[in-house]
């Protein structure tokens, strides 16, 4: 039998398929990949896209949550874009694999305001 996430169809997609997708900048640099997606519980909505951007070979990447909200496909890129310049990305809330992370509600808020997204965290 067929494994049926593997398959896409319209606007739906398997979480595991947008792993690895590239996200690029309005000007069409690429700045990172989807490492990860962030879900609501409840409701099964995406909150986040955690991109891996930087570092070589897997060293010194960082991971920035993105609100998925800030992110559009486009089908001609096969890929998500953002409106951010690397400069930004540099300065938003990020962390890296050698640092210990939790991720909290306020930590949520900081992610949500630096991008001046809704806030899903109430």
Request: charged share 25%.
């Amino acid at each position: 039998m067929t494994d049926m996430t593997k398959t896409t169809s319209g606007s739906l997609i398997a979480a595991e398929k947008v792993n690895g997708t590239n996200v690029y900048n309005t000007a069409g640099d690429k700045l990172g990949s989807v490492d990860d997606i962030m879900l609501d519980k409840a409701s099964g909505r995406a909150i986040y896209a955690i991109m891996s951007f930087g570092g070589f070979l897997g060293m010194g990447e960082k991971y920035h949550p993105l609100p998925w909200s800030s992110l559009k496909y486009d089908s001609q890129k096969d890929g998500y874009v953002v409106d951010l310049d690397k400069k930004q990305l540099q300065d938003a809330p990020h962390y890296d694999q050698s640092s210990p992370f939790e991720w909290t509600p306020e930590y949520g808020r900081r992610v949500d305001s630096y991008y001046n997204a809704p806030h899903y965290w109430s």
